[in-house]
């Protein structure tokens, strides 16, 4: 089966890390750049990072450059997120998808998202 699969999220105080995981599986997962995207309630789903396959290449929206590190483990199909120094305006759905580096938008290539994993930042 074709997915994608998030988790990790949770409750945290402000100042806590979390560390995202997103498992892929029926698919090329070491063919697609892939990232992570948020989604707060009441706005639109915003790009957060994005990894080139190599993993050689990141790229960070401004907001969490410094405090949010992308991973990936092509061996075992799966892209991580670590979050630290985490603010209330974390909070969101946060969802792995197929990315492209420089907008950090959505890649048509692989229209596919998961059921996202909610993390909550608490002040």
């Known amino acids: 089966e074709v997915q994608l699969v998030e988790s990790g999220g949770g409750l945290v105080q402000a100042g806590g890390s979390l560390r995202l995981s997103c498992a892929a599986s029926?698919?090329?997962?070491?063919?697609?750049?892939m990232g992570w995207f948020r989604q707060a309630p009441g706005k639109e789903r915003e790009g957060v990072s994005c990894?080139?396959?190599?993993?050689?290449?990141?790229n960070y929206v401004d907001s969490v450059k410094g405090r949010f590190t992308i991973s990936r483990d092509n061996a075992k199909n799966t892209l991580y997120l670590q979050m630290n120094s985490l603010k209330p305006e974390d909070t969101a759905v946060y969802y792995c998808?197929?990315?492209?580096?420089?907008?950090?938008?959505?890649?048509?290539?692989?229209?596919?998202w998961g059921q996202g994993t909610l993390v909550t930042v608490s002040s």
């Open positions: 029926g698919f090329t997962f070491d063919d697609y750049a």
């Open positions: 990894m080139s396959s190599s993993g050689l290449t990141t």
């Open positions: 998808s197929a990315c492209f580096i420089g907008t950090l938008a959505p890649s048509s290539y692989l229209d596919l």
